[in-house]
């Protein structure tokens, strides 16, 4: 493979239930992004995580919960779902980490989610 | 508040009918401004990064330019296969680096 894997490709999740997206890239790249993409709104930022053993909270992290116990995976676990977070999520990742001025990032094929 | 409008919402051109879509923003402390594609059921792909005002950059049928307030993506005579959704992304510093998305420009391009 090359580059960034999502799974699932999509997921119909009855409100209340554990989720879990992965996401792994192969790129080796430090920082890794996820993301929820809703109509008529931008890419907002959920979680990312600077380099392996770190993470951080982005513009929209309630609700949501990241690890990144190594360089290529980076999961997002929804741990009680609610209706509001069907959405679409795409991990990202860029090469460098925070501290350096980040390139162009790329992107999974993205995880479609309907909470009901 | 830092932000980024993309316009129009969306565009239907014939094919070869040249056009441009706008992104304006107002943030603090730019460091970049990023333009990327997204075709239906994808995720986004990069385009072009612009770094200051009066920069310019080319791929095929596009062209990127940045001014102080707002870039401009030109599609000139566009074929079908350019219909996509077009997006803008600013990256700020201010303590720490931050990138906010527009919302996007969907093309249609008509045969």
């Known amino acids: 493979i090359a580059g960034i894997t999502q799974a699932p490709t999509s997921q119909i999740l009855a409100a209340g239930r554990r989720m879990t997206l992965r996401c792994t890239q192969d790129?080796?790249?430090?920082?890794m992004y996820w993301y929820r993409q809703d109509l008529g709104l931008g890419l907002r930022l959920i979680h990312y995580s600077n380099t392996a053993g770190t993470t951080g909270k982005g513009e929209v992290p309630d609700g949501y919960s990241v690890s990144r116990a190594n360089t290529d995976d980076f999961p997002l676990t929804l741990a009680s779902a609610v209706p509001s977070q069907t959405s679409v999520y795409f991990c990202?990742?860029?090469?460098?980490?925070?501290?350096?001025?980040?390139?162009?990032?790329?992107f999974g094929p993205g995880t479609r989610l309907l909470v009901l | 508040e830092d932000q980024v409008t993309q316009s129009p919402e969306a565009l239907r051109l014939q094919e070869g009918e040249s056009s441009s879509l706008n992104c304006s923003y107002t943030?603090?402390?730019?460091?970049?401004l990023f333009w990327y594609r997204q075709d239906p059921g994808k995720g986004p792909e990069f385009l072009f990064t612009l770094y200051s005002a009066g920069e310019e950059k080319e791929k095929e049928r596009l062209k990127a330019t940045l001014t102080k307030k707002e870039s401009f993506l030109h599609i000139t005579a566009p074929k079908p296969e350019d219909s996509a959704t077009y997006l803008c992304a600013v990256q700020t510093y201010t303590g720490g680096f931050k990138t906010i998305f527009g919302a996007g420009t969907r093309l249609f391009v008509k045969a």
């Open positions: 943030v603090s402390g730019l460091r970049g």
């Open positions: 990202a990742s860029t090469p460098g980490a925070e501290a350096y001025f980040q390139e162009t990032q790329y």
């Open positions: 790129m080796r790249h430090n920082a």
